[in-house]
């Protein structure tokens, strides 16, 4: 069975720019959660998308946003971009209430 | 809000020894999950082991099992056998049951580094 899928793994910007990334969770998993880690931050809670709604939304600036598409794949977007903004972006997926959750390899954002 | 703390930044062990990673948690819900979860440098978060707050027992993964004090809000991990694959970062994680309808909001600790010393 294949994993939770993240494209890309590396990207570069620049500040002011806009990001998309994508995560395909595994088959079967409708709940999708993203997190950005940061060695001062740590791991924190963006947000998480089950059948196409989102559920949860962590305490981040309107910049983020995310979605949900029928096939429950996920995409994160990032306007105007921040040096701070610069992070592994991590999602993860589960069946939902009950279940773990299983995270990918993440996308390494780095803001110039 | 619910808060994690892992007070070992670091910590090292010897290949074979046992070794035991702290965690503390608060929070006012009753229900909840208690996760281990362990990053290495390939960067991917692996669950190591999962704990329901309703049930006593302790739970165990082959090397790994956790001691868990539900008045205490202590959530430690014991590695035993310790191996080299173990070297990782350790994350402990909390999350809300909420009638069990969300389970993909998580919190985290700041994590510890195990370094396994052949």
């Known amino acids: 069975k294949a994993g939770v899928t993240q494209t890309p793994r590396y990207l570069i910007k620049t500040r002011g720019q806009q990001v998309t990334l994508s995560c395909s969770p595994i088959s079967g998993h409708r709940s999708v959660s993203w997190y950005q880690q940061t060695p001062g931050q740590g791991l924190q809670f963006l947000f998480e998308?089950?059948?196409?709604?989102?559920?949860n939304k962590g305490n981040f600036p309107g910049r983020f946003s995310g979605r949900q598409f029928s096939n429950s794949r996920s995409e994160m977007n990032v306007s105007t971009l921040e040096l701070g903004d610069s992070a592994l972006y991590l999602c993860?997926?589960?069946?939902?209430?009950?279940?773990?959750?299983?995270f990918g390899n993440g996308t390494r954002l780095t803001v110039t | 809000a619910q808060t994690v703390t892992q007070s070992q930044p670091e910590m090292s062990v010897q290949e074979a020894e046992t070794v035991t990673l702290s965690c503390t948690y608060d929070t006012s819900e009753s229900d909840y999950y208690l996760f281990w979860y362990k990053q290495p440098p390939s960067r991917q978060m692996i669950l190591v082991i999962r704990?329901?707050?309703?049930?006593?027992q302790n739970a165990t993964e082959n090397r790994f099992s956790v001691n868990f004090q539900k008045a205490a809000k202590s959530f430690s991990l014991k590695i035993s056998d310790s191996q080299l694959g173990d070297a990782a970062m350790y994350f402990c994680a909390y999350g809300s049951y909420a009638g069990g309808t969300s389970y993909g909001k998580l919190t985290f600790g700041q994590g510890t580094i195990l370094t396994v010393h052949p």
């Open positions: 704990q329901e707050a309703y049930k006593q």
């Open positions: 998308y089950f059948s196409e709604t989102q559920r």
């Open positions: 993860a997926s589960s069946r939902g209430s009950g279940s773990p959750l299983h």
